[in-house]
């Protein structure tokens, strides 16, 4: 049972839509795609994940924190004997282990993804004997990318490469579990302990006359240009949409970088720069929209 789903983080929502409306900074585009890479990872594991057929419950993207100090997981998996810490890492290439050392076949290093598993799971132990709870723990790091290889890769490690994942899959499958109200409890503790705004979120100041106006194509992220009655032609890739899903992603976007204006058809026709008509525009938030207020108060939630 999945009892929390993964979402896109809110620092990557806020910078893939303001990526095409501004210039970003080369740390703010580093952080993009470290950040898109990241989650493609975890939802590819994710998807992996769905084999699994052992009674568990599944946590996914947990912030806690202990006696001060912030920590992660990737997806938490509790069973009747037993509890799991998966951290994903979706790497691509060649790299290798020196010492304590985590180096690509360049001889360029890295972060070492064993020490981040490392104090995941010690920080974690100190909260599960903080809630008393005393399951033994078993760390995962997950390399997902099938182009990823760790060369002289150590015989014991919670390291499970890509083709080693089939296998642990099927080892998980062949343990039996049944849960019971000790195993539910200690889900609703964590879930109640998670922190769900970062306040590591590294996103650029902006304000709404300094973006770029405009629809943007859901396919290429490149501005449309023109309307038409029931379907927009992208004249960047040729992709076709139809008007209301443009309408709807254009609301998603204002919504994501300003959450705390109002939702209106003058505010979406000037963010859409003019794009859509304003007809189209009050017809889609009429019909997918719940209506607020009257006459010139009139806003959608």
Not at 145 to 162: D, G, M, T, V
Not at 194 to 213: A, D, T, W
């Amino acid at each position: 049972m999945i009892l929390k789903e993964r979402i896109k983080p809110e620092e990557l929502q806020l910078l893939q839509a303001l990526e095409p409306r501004m210039e970003l900074e080369e740390k703010d585009a580093q952080n993009l795609r470290t950040l898109e890479k990241g989650y493609e990872g975890e939802v590819q594991f994710d998807h992996w994940f769905t084999n699994y057929q052992v009674e568990s419950i599944i946590i996914n993207d947990l912030l806690l924190e202990v006696n001060g100090t912030l920590f992660q997981i990737d997806s938490f998996v509790i069973t009747q004997d037993r509890l799991h810490l998966f951290e994903v890492k979706n790497l691509e290439g060649d790299y290798y282990l020196d010492g304590d050392k985590f180096k690509t076949a360049a001889g360029k290093e890295i972060k070492n993804p064993l020490h981040q598993l490392s104090r995941a799971e010690s920080l974690l132990k100190q909260l599960l004997k903080e809630l008393g709870f005393y399951i033994p723990l078993e760390p995962h790091l997950v390399f997902i990318n099938p182009e990823f290889a760790l060369l002289q890769a150590p015989l014991k490690s919670p390291i499970i490469l890509p083709n080693q994942m089939n296998r642990f899959m099927k080892n998980m499958n062949r343990v039996s579990s049944k849960l019971n109200n000790k195993h539910t409890k200690l889900a609703e503790a964590l879930l109640s302990l998670h922190i769900k705004k970062s306040p590591y979120s590294r996103v650029p100041s902006y304000e709404f006359g300094m973006l770029r106006k405009g629809v943007i194509c859901s396919s290429c992220r490149g501005f449309l240009e023109s309307f038409g009655r029931q379907r927009i032609i992208c004249n960047h890739c040729a992709s076709r949409e139809d008007v209301d899903s443009l309408v709807l992603h254009t609301v998603k976007s204002f919504k994501i970088l300003f959450p705390n204006q109002k939702v209106t058809t003058t505010a979406i026709y000037e963010w859409g720069d003019g794009t859509l008509p304003k007809r189209a525009i009050r017809r889609v938030l009429q019909k997918y929209l719940t209506v607020k207020g009257e006459w010139i108060s009139t806003h959608y939630e």
